[in-house]
């Protein structure tokens, strides 16, 4: 029995349309993440089950569940789309877990819905895959994201340039709310809805927060905290169009994202970022467009003096940047073993990503090689990173206990593109699934020094190299 208490179904209409999952042929069941079951109350050994899969793959409803597709629009690089919506994933309902705590439960890749437009509404298995790693790495690593409970494939075929498996994969988030979600009201002139949205999204994630400016706010503290947390991983989203920014601040829909190997702050991975718009030094300035369009969406809600409720919100979203380099300052501090880091602290670790990305050294390797001595190896010039080096020894020699705030900060392993791509290709074609798992593994914790996982720490080889990544349909 899963404890739903579906608040968001209990929304009048509009907000979504009532669509249950479409059944699939043989569905197996590829992972489940035991941890994350537990701490949801649910039960792993029912998940992992007939009745468990039943679920997972939208073959069977359990009780308690109201199915829906939500609706959104949304800027996608900039151009708005007055209706998307979910188009392939049904969101089962939401369960309160035993802390009190609630999660939405969707299936990404359940079938049609009315948003499906021109797509089937399936996922197949590698974006399905990479979500799960990815996520999970995040989690990981302490940044606020959606969470993979269990990955399936459905025993169907789906069609893309090529013939692949069809997968599920059971996506958990504190919410799906996204800056779309407010848009596709906003642009409806549906201000009745905007106002039954944002007293929804206050109960939900901030109910500290005052009214429409308020919830601004705390979105704005959320995401400045999220993108610095992205910037010190070397994490390039992707998409980060309005309807993939999540209200709760968790990073959401893991399409193309990628994580940069050789350091270059311009890095763009995905395949239709051709301008490079959401490329890894242009995020946090994304974020502040995105959260500007937040903005316009609730100043109607903030009070009958309009001009008023304009320079708040203005106000608002440009508190971002403050915010946003006291996270940024925190984080790189912490990589270079510095615990109260100063403007100063921020210039020097500002020298070293300069050096990282003339030498292109590898993002990962190098924050953790500052611990072991192994860093200067990862710069194509290592006589550049010796003044930098010494500069950085006498800033830390003052500091209490740098190696622990390092071991903290520095993850030995990231999930590779390559590594990714690897992992997705023995799946796909040899319906084998170990090196998923070992390297899901070894991504749950990523600090860990393991002789067994030293492998996942390798940077990619020449032909190795990842440069394209593709959207998860
Ligand atoms: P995304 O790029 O995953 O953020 O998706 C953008 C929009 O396209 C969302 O409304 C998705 O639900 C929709 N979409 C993506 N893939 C599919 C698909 N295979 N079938 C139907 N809709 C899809
Ligand atoms: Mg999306």
Same mark, same amino acid.
């Given at each position: 029995m899963i404890?739903?208490?579906?608040?968001?179904?209990?929304?009048?209409? &509009?907000?979504?349309?009532?669509?249950?999952?479409?059944?699939?042929?043989?569905?197996?069941?590829?992972?489940l993440?035991r941890?994350?079951a537990e701490?949801?109350g649910l039960d792993p050994d029912w998940l992992a089950g007939p009745e468990g899969l039943a679920m997972l793959?939208?073959?069977?409803?359990p009780?308690?569940?109201?199915?829906?597709?939500?609706?959104?629009?949304?800027?996608?690089? =900039?151009?708005?789309?007055?209706?998307?919506?979910?188009?392939?994933? *049904?969101?089962?309902?939401?369960?309160?877990?035993?802390?009190?705590?609630?999660?939405?439960?969707?299936?990404?890749?359940?079938?049609?819905?009315?948003?499906?437009?021109?797509?089937?509404?399936?996922?197949?298995?590698?974006?399905?895959?990479?979500?799960?790693?990815?996520?999970?790495?995040?989690?990981?690593? =302490?940044?606020?994201?959606?969470?993979?409970?269990?990955?399936?494939?459905?025993?169907?075929?789906?069609?893309?340039?090529?013939?692949?498996?069809? #997968?599920?994969?059971?996506?958990?988030?504190?919410?799906?709310?996204?800056?779309? %979600?407010?848009?596709?009201?906003? *642009?409806?002139?549906?201000?009745?809805?905007?106002?039954?949205?944002?007293?929804?999204?206050?109960?939900?994630?901030?109910?500290?927060?005052?009214?429409?400016?308020?919830?601004?706010?705390?979105?704005?503290?959320?995401?400045?905290?999220?993108?610095?947390?992205?910037?010190?991983? &070397?994490?390039?989203?992707?998409?980060?169009?309005?309807?993939?920014?999540?209200?709760?601040?968790?990073?959401?829909?893991?399409?193309?994202?990628?994580?940069?190997? #050789?350091?270059?702050?311009?890095?763009?991975?995905?395949?239709?970022?051709?301008?490079?718009?959401?490329?890894?030094?242009?995020?946090?300035?994304?974020?502040?467009?995105?959260?500007?369009?937040?903005?316009?969406?609730?100043?109607?809600?903030?009070?009958?003096?309009?001009?008023?409720?304009?320079?708040?919100?203005?106000?608002?979203?440009?508190?971002?940047?403050?915010?946003?380099?006291?996270?940024?300052?925190?984080?790189?501090?912490?990589?270079?073993?510095?615990? #109260?880091?100063?403007? %100063?602290?921020?210039?020097?670790?500002?020298?070293?990503?300069?050096?990282?990305?003339?030498?292109?050294?590898?993002?990962?390797?190098?924050?953790?090689?500052?611990?072991? &001595?192994?860093?200067?190896?990862?710069?194509?010039?290592?006589?550049?990173?010796?003044?930098?080096?010494?500069?950085?020894?006498?800033?830390?020699?003052?500091?209490?206990?740098?190696?622990?705030?390092?071991?903290?900060?520095?993850?030995?392993?990231?999930?590779?593109?390559?590594?990714?791509?690897?992992?997705?290709?023995? #799946?796909?074609?040899?319906?084998?699934?170990?090196?998923?798992?070992?390297?899901?593994?070894?991504?749950?914790?990523?600090?860990?020094?393991?002789?067994?996982?030293?492998?996942?720490?390798?940077?990619?080889?020449?032909?190795?190299?990842?440069?394209?990544?593709?959207?998860?349909?």
């Amino acid at each position: 029995m899963i404890a739903f208490d579906n608040s968001y179904a209990r929304l009048p209409a &509009g907000f979504f349309t009532r669509t249950a999952p479409t059944p699939v042929a043989d569905p197996q069941l590829v992972a489940l993440n035991r941890p994350l079951a537990e701490r949801l109350g649910l039960d792993p050994d029912w998940l992992a089950g007939p009745e468990g899969l039943a679920m997972l793959s939208g073959n069977s409803l359990p009780d308690g569940s109201a199915p829906i597709a939500q609706a959104y629009a949304g800027h996608q690089f =900039g151009g708005f789309v007055p209706q998307l919506g979910d188009g392939r994933a *049904v969101l089962l309902g939401e369960v309160v877990a035993p802390d009190g705590g609630r999660f939405d439960i969707q299936l990404k890749g359940a079938g049609l819905t009315p948003f499906s437009r021109r797509g089937d509404g399936r996922a197949w298995l590698g974006p399905v895959l990479r979500e799960y790693l990815v996520s999970e790495f995040m989690a990981a690593a =302490g940044i606020p994201t959606t969470r993979a409970l269990a990955a399936i494939t459905t025993g169907e075929r789906v069609i893309r340039e090529t013939v692949l498996p069809g #997968a599920i994969l059971t996506r958990v988030a504190a919410s799906h709310i996204r800056i779309g %979600t407010f848009e596709f009201f906003a *642009v409806r002139g549906d201000v009745e809805r905007l106002r039954l949205l944002t007293d929804h999204v206050i109960a939900r994630h901030y109910p500290q927060a005052d009214g429409a400016l308020g919830l601004l706010q705390a979105v704005v503290a959320a995401q400045a905290a999220t993108i610095a947390g992205w910037m010190g991983l &070397g994490f390039v989203h992707g998409v980060m169009n309005t309807d993939n920014m999540s209200l709760s601040g968790e990073t959401i829909d893991y399409g193309p994202c990628a994580f940069i190997d #050789a350091f270059d702050p311009r890095a763009v991975f995905s395949s239709i970022d051709t301008g490079g718009r959401y490329a890894w030094i242009e995020q946090p300035n994304i974020a502040v467009w995105n959260l500007a369009q937040l903005a316009s969406c609730l100043v109607p809600l903030m009070g009958a003096d309009q001009d008023q409720a304009v320079e708040q919100a203005t106000r608002a979203v440009h508190a971002f940047p403050a915010i946003y380099e006291a996270e940024w300052l925190k984080r790189f501090g912490a990589k270079l073993g510095i615990a #109260a880091p100063t403007a %100063t602290d921020g210039a020097l670790a500002e020298r070293l990503l300069t050096l990282m990305a003339a030498s292109r050294a590898d993002f990962t390797r190098t924050f953790a090689g500052l611990s072991d &001595g192994t860093a200067r190896a990862e710069f194509a010039d290592p006589a550049a990173f010796d003044p930098w080096h010494a500069d950085w020894q006498a800033r830390i020699a003052t500091e209490t206990d740098p190696q622990a705030l390092m071991a903290a900060a520095n993850p030995r392993r990231i999930p590779r593109n390559h590594q990714i791509e690897a992992v997705i290709r023995t #799946a796909r074609d040899d319906d084998d699934f170990a090196p998923f798992h070992r390297l899901d593994a070894a991504l749950h914790e990523p600090l860990q020094d393991r002789p067994e996982w030293d492998e996942y720490a390798l940077a990619p080889t020449a032909d190795q190299i990842v440069r394209r990544t593709f959207c998860g349909t």
